[in-house]
């Protein structure tokens, strides 16, 4: 029997764009469906009744939710081709560290950057480009985290890099400048199909970030 796989997603999510890629890297084919998040599914909030968010992965009807839970799932699954995680333990124990490491640090001092003002703007900024300079350590000389092929981590952080231009639009900064190892390291990853077509436009992006924080209010 074919292999059923939907992805319930929305399109800017980081998180979902995660699935994308590693489902890209492994060649798999799925249904993707588009969520309005003011409007949930029914199919949504079946599959992830406890958080009611995206990205659902729903594999022969059976839902994995969070993203990097699932990314390891779709690894588990097709272990016949493009190994994502290191096949050694504690390697495997390191790239669970770093991928959580990105939801910690770079989402969070992200998410002050566009959705703050002021001193928590400013503080989110710092936060962001501390958390950058530590990846930029751990990347040390390898062209990927994963070394010389695209793996967890590189999945787990790359998305972000959609984010940036908006990031840096509404801060008023520049990642580049003083982080310029990172910068070509994801243009490193964009190099990849599996990555490129995954990811949105940044310009895109940005006009989403905008538009929510004038509903919020915050402009």
Same mark, same amino acid.
């Given at each position: ?18 699935? #994308? ?5 492994? !060649? ?48 588990? %699954? ?12 504690? #390697?495997?124990?390191?790239? #669970? ?12 001092? !992200? ?35 994963? !070394? ?21 639009? %509404? ?49």
């Amino acid at each position: 029997m074919a292999d059923e796989v939907v992805l319930l997603d929305f399109w800017p999510s980081p998180f979902g764009m995660r699935i #994308r890629i590693a489902l890209a890297e492994k !060649g798999i084919k799925y249904e993707y469906k588009e969520e309005n998040l003011r409007n949930k599914s029914p199919l949504l909030l079946q599959t992830n009744p406890v958080h009611k968010k995206i990205p659902v992965l729903i594999h022969n009807g059976k839902p994995i939710c969070e993203s990097l839970i699932a990314v390891q799932y779709i690894d588990e %699954i097709w272990n016949d081709r493009s190994a994502l995680l290191p096949s050694d333990p504690y #390697r495997r124990a390191q790239a #669970r560290f770093w991928a959580d490491y990105v939801d910690k640090k770079i989402y969070e001092a !992200g998410k002050k950057v566009w959705t703050a003002k002021g001193e928590e703007q400013e503080a989110g900024k710092k936060e962001l480009i501390d958390a950058i300079k530590v990846f930029e350590e751990e990347l040390g000389d390898k062209p990927y985290f994963g !070394g010389e092929k695209l793996g967890y981590v590189d999945i787990a952080l790359v998305p972000f890099y959609t984010w940036f231009k908006g990031y840096e639009t %509404i801060g008023n900064f520049n990642i580049e400048s003083e982080c310029p190892k990172f910068i070509a390291w994801a243009k490193r990853c964009l190099q990849k199909e599996s990555v490129s077509k995954s990811l949105f436009d940044q310009e895109k992006v940005l006009e989403f970030m905008v538009d929510i924080r004038k509903r919020l209010g915050i402009e």
